[in-house]
């Protein structure tokens, strides 16, 4: 697959109003891209992909995926019906409400190519630098991870 990277245009306009209207105090998807923002460019993954070949889904959605994957402790397949099924999600992504989604073979293989190029730490790495840049972690001495879950995963 090939790294078709794609801009971050903002949630659009009638995504964001239908999940603001059912959801007035917002989701934990809500709350991430209103606080966070697009939190993952593709171009941070690019290396895992090739310059040519069939375009990939979008790595910085995947890896935005997959940190959502965690905190709600779910498998693949119900991630891939989540992207569907959820307009929370659609808002937290950036996408359509009409968006199709993705199989949910996509998210072994892209955490395949994560490992494969040594890129397994960057989705954690850049979550705590943006959350760092706006002020919600500070330094306070040693920090230790345990990537355990994440490998046992694959």
């Not at 245009?9 to 239908?18: C, D, F, N, S, W």
């Not at 603001?20 to 923002?37: D, N, S």
């Not at 395949?112 to 730490?121: D, N, T």
Request: charged share 30%; aromatic share 6%; hydrophobic share 45%.
């Amino acid at each position: 697959m090939s790294l078709e990277s794609r801009d971050d245009r903002g949630v659009p306009e009638l995504t964001a109003r239908v999940v603001r209207a059912a959801f007035p105090k917002g989701t934990l998807a809500v709350r991430v891209r209103e606080a966070l923002g697009p939190l993952f460019e593709d171009e941070s993954f690019a290396e895992a992909f090739a310059k040519r070949g069939r375009p990939a889904v979008s790595p910085g959605a995947l890896a935005l995926v997959s940190v959502l994957q965690y905190a709600e402790g779910l498998t693949d397949r119900q991630v891939a019906d989540q992207v569907r099924a959820r307009m929370d999600w659609k808002f937290l992504l950036g996408l359509e409400l009409d968006d199709p989604g993705f199989d949910f073979s996509v998210l072994s293989d892209f955490r395949a190519r994560l490992i494969e190029h040594g890129l397994e730490e960057k989705v954690l790495d850049l979550v705590l630098e943006r959350i760092s840049a706006l002020g919600l972690l500070r330094s306070g001495g040693r920090q230790r991870t345990d990537s355990t879950h994440v490998l046992a995963a694959v």
